[in-house]
């Protein structure tokens, strides 16, 4: 029996996947539709999906926003409030469908992040491989 091939992605500073964004619209994110986007994998976000504010804006998803913000806790105790809409991550070496997923920006702009952050809500539907030695990050 032939082994199956291995999906997995490299990483040099923390785990990532590779994905696409898909906006209400229909807009994917990236523009070259066989390229995908290597995103770092934050145990630390209880959410789905983290974008900066300006992607978040460039992809429309400021005009599905949901009225309310979405409370995290960190882990000093305070809270942290952040827009939410609803999008779909599409991840290209997967034959699976686009899942649907709540994306998130932060409400203020002092609290603003510079790249995208797929959270644990999201990583909690796939079993994954941390392999550290190799640096990758493989779906099992």
């Not at 209880?46 to 913000?69: A, T, V």
């Not at 942290?80 to 599409?90: H, Q, V």
């Not at 409400?107 to 392999?131: A, P, S, T, W, Y």
Request: aromatic share 10%; charged share 30%.
């Amino acid at each position: 029996m032939a082994d199956k091939e291995e999906i997995s992605w490299p990483y040099t500073n923390a785990p990532c996947l590779g994905i696409r964004l898909k906006a209400g619209d229909g807009e994917e994110y990236p523009l070259e539709l066989d390229n995908e986007e290597l995103v770092m994998i934050d145990t630390g976000y209880d959410g789905e999906l983290c974008l900066p504010r300006d992607l978040y804006e460039k992809l429309g998803f400021n005009r599905w926003e949901e009225p309310e913000p979405d409370e995290f806790g960190q882990a000093d105790g305070s809270s942290i409030y952040m827009k939410a809409a609803r999008g779909y991550i599409l991840i290209p070496k997967l034959p699976l469908d686009p899942f649907p997923v709540r994306i998130h920006t932060a409400d203020e702009e002092e609290q603003d992040i510079n790249e995208i952050v797929i959270g644990v809500k999201f990583i909690k539907r796939f079993k994954l491989l941390l392999d550290g030695p190799a640096t990758k990050v493989s779906v099992l």
